[in-house]
């Protein structure tokens, strides 16, 4: 068996011990399910034996729209935003392309602005699981944040935008889970350069309506940061703990990581991108984009498309898959910046160990640093196994010993990424 398989499946066995005696199995299984989807899957290849439609201007019956959806961006009958939609833009980095021309990949997400099931029954559910009594501020807190999990997809809309002072860019049509994904041509810029694009929306629509692109050369530094328990709190081996940190607790930085990330920030120079990598479902956008700007500097959040409307799907995208998924998103920002020095910085409560290693392999010389956040600040059942040194060796065998380091204060890590920087 090759390293790397021997420490995925390590890793998983970890992931899986947690879950079954944290209960988490259970706990998903007390949660509201809404998907809209589930229940309505058409086999893979119906939406090519649509008929033709002739008439452009005819409007799109909702049926055959939402049939349509199934093509993602080939939908040759995208639908327009309304005033009752929700439009997220997602901020990004612009690279050079294999050809030396700026380019960046645009996400963006279209929901219904009105969840179509009552709010009050699935905010009573989740208290209830988190143990809350009836307090009319968390009740609030909870309603505020479960809304984007609740919100009808919109699959099969378009997004008309401009980026800076008027290049008009067309985003999407969106698939079945709402969201488009589009690598779009830029006109020329310079490092470090930031600029805004805004969505061209109707009165109503809402949403996070701006976006940010960072210009970066191929040459110099990138940070790639896991998000849930590096550099937020999030109590990912705990299914309770999730639900809190999420729905409930104020959104706290891990003690010393904002003052780590402003230091780094200030050594590589505000033309050094930021790649903040969760392995969160989208619907969580909106509120991890707040904590960024709050607490760490400005980088693109990459987050898992896999659980709209789904709030059990919360707790198994943090606990299933992990290292598959993080591996996957590095790889791209590999194809996308694959002359860059990387810093990887991640924790020992998921699979970062693993997918950094994985990466450092497949990529030798890419990465130039990698930082693993011993936890030891949260009780957990099993994370005296994924703390033992044993772990942090199988995940890193074929990595040089001094590019790899596991701290439990952050202060250890300034004259380390000094160091490397130097």
Same mark, same amino acid.
């Given at each position: 068996m090759s390293t790397s398989k021997r420490a995925k499946s390590a890793a998983t066995d970890l992931q899986m011990k947690t879950r079954k005696e944290r209960r988490f199995a259970e706990i998903e299984a007390g949660l509201p399910n809404l998907s809209q989807d589930s229940a309505s899957k058409l086999p893979g290849l119906v939406a090519a034996k649509l008929p033709k439609v002739v008439a452009a201007k005819l409007p799109i019956p909702p049926k055959l729209g939402d049939f349509l959806s199934y093509l993602g961006p080939y939908n040759p009958?995208?639908?327009?935003?309304? $005033?009752? $939609?929700?439009?997220?833009?997602? $901020? =990004?980095?612009?690279?050079?392309?294999?050809?030396?021309?700026? /380019?960046? /990949?645009?996400?963006?997400?279209? +929901?219904?602005? #009105?969840p179509s099931c009552r709010v009050a029954d699935v905010v009573s559910q989740v208290a209830q699981m988190a143990g809350l009594t009836k307090d009319a501020q968390e009740t609030e807190t909870i309603a505020h944040r479960i809304t984007p999990f609740l919100m009808d997809i919109q699959p099969g809309k378009l997004v008309n935008a401009s980026f800076g002072s008027g290049t008009r860019l067309k985003l999407g049509p969106g698939g079945r889970n709402g969201i488009s994904s589009d690598i779009k041509q830029l006109r020329g810029g310079n490092h470090g350069e930031v600029?805004?694009? %805004?969505?061209?929306?109707?009165?109503?629509?809402?949403?996070?309506? /701006?976006? &940010?692109t960072l210009y970066t050369e191929p040459e110099g530094w990138a940070v790639i940061s896991d998000v849930d328990d590096t550099i937020k709190v999030t109590m990912t081996s705990d299914p309770i703990g999730i639900l809190r940190s999420t729905f409930i607790s104020t959104p706290t930085p891990i003690?010393?990581?904002?003052?780590?990330y402003a230091h780094?920030?200030?050594? +590589?120079?505000?033309?050094?991108?930021?790649?903040?990598? @969760?392995? @969160?479902?989208?619907?969580?956008?909106?509120? +991890?984009? =707040?904590?960024?700007?709050?607490?760490?500097?400005?980088? /693109?959040? *990459?987050?898992? $498309?896999?659980?709209?409307?789904?709030?059990?799907?919360?707790? @198994? =995208? +943090?606990?299933?898959? %992990?290292?598959d998924y993080k591996v996957d998103r590095i790889e791209k920002i590999r194809r996308w910046l694959p002359k860059k020095k990387v810093i990887c910085i991640g924790d020992s409560t998921q699979s970062d160990p693993e997918a950094y290693g994985d990466?450092?392999?497949?990529?030798?010389?890419?990465?130039?640093? *990698?930082? *693993?956040?011993?936890?030891? #600040? *949260?009780? @957990?059942?099993?994370?005296?196994? &994924?703390?033992?040194?044993e772990r942090f060796e199988k995940a890193f065998e074929g990595v040089p010993r001094n590019v790899w380091h596991v701290f439990e204060d952050p202060a250890e890590c300034y004259r380390i990424i000094e160091d490397a920087v130097a």
């Amino acid at each position: 068996m090759s390293t790397s398989k021997r420490a995925k499946s390590a890793a998983t066995d970890l992931q899986m011990k947690t879950r079954k005696e944290r209960r988490f199995a259970e706990i998903e299984a007390g949660l509201p399910n809404l998907s809209q989807d589930s229940a309505s899957k058409l086999p893979g290849l119906v939406a090519a034996k649509l008929p033709k439609v002739v008439a452009a201007k005819l409007p799109i019956p909702p049926k055959l729209g939402d049939f349509l959806s199934y093509l993602g961006p080939y939908n040759p009958r995208p639908q327009q935003i309304t $005033d009752s $939609d929700a439009v997220w833009l997602f $901020d =990004n980095v612009a690279y050079r392309g294999p050809r030396g021309r700026w /380019e960046a /990949e645009f996400v963006a997400a279209v +929901l219904g602005q #009105d969840p179509s099931c009552r709010v009050a029954d699935v905010v009573s559910q989740v208290a209830q699981m988190a143990g809350l009594t009836k307090d009319a501020q968390e009740t609030e807190t909870i309603a505020h944040r479960i809304t984007p999990f609740l919100m009808d997809i919109q699959p099969g809309k378009l997004v008309n935008a401009s980026f800076g002072s008027g290049t008009r860019l067309k985003l999407g049509p969106g698939g079945r889970n709402g969201i488009s994904s589009d690598i779009k041509q830029l006109r020329g810029g310079n490092h470090g350069e930031v600029v805004t694009t %805004t969505a061209q929306v109707p009165p109503g629509a809402k949403g996070l309506l /701006e976006m &940010k692109t960072l210009y970066t050369e191929p040459e110099g530094w990138a940070v790639i940061s896991d998000v849930d328990d590096t550099i937020k709190v999030t109590m990912t081996s705990d299914p309770i703990g999730i639900l809190r940190s999420t729905f409930i607790s104020t959104p706290t930085p891990i003690a010393g990581m904002p003052e780590l990330y402003a230091h780094v920030h200030k050594l +590589l120079g505000p033309h050094s991108p930021f790649f903040y990598l @969760s392995a @969160s479902p989208y619907n969580l956008y909106p509120f +991890l984009h =707040n904590f960024r700007n709050q607490h760490y500097p400005f980088g /693109e959040l *990459i987050l898992r $498309d896999a659980s709209w409307m789904t709030i059990p799907g919360l707790l @198994s =995208n +943090l606990t299933l898959g %992990t290292e598959d998924y993080k591996v996957d998103r590095i790889e791209k920002i590999r194809r996308w910046l694959p002359k860059k020095k990387v810093i990887c910085i991640g924790d020992s409560t998921q699979s970062d160990p693993e997918a950094y290693g994985d990466i450092y392999r497949s990529s030798p010389g890419w990465v130039r640093v *990698i930082l *693993i956040r011993k936890v030891t #600040d *949260i009780a @957990s059942v099993g994370i005296e196994a &994924k703390n033992a040194p044993e772990r942090f060796e199988k995940a890193f065998e074929g990595v040089p010993r001094n590019v790899w380091h596991v701290f439990e204060d952050p202060a250890e890590c300034y004259r380390i990424i000094e160091d490397a920087v130097a």
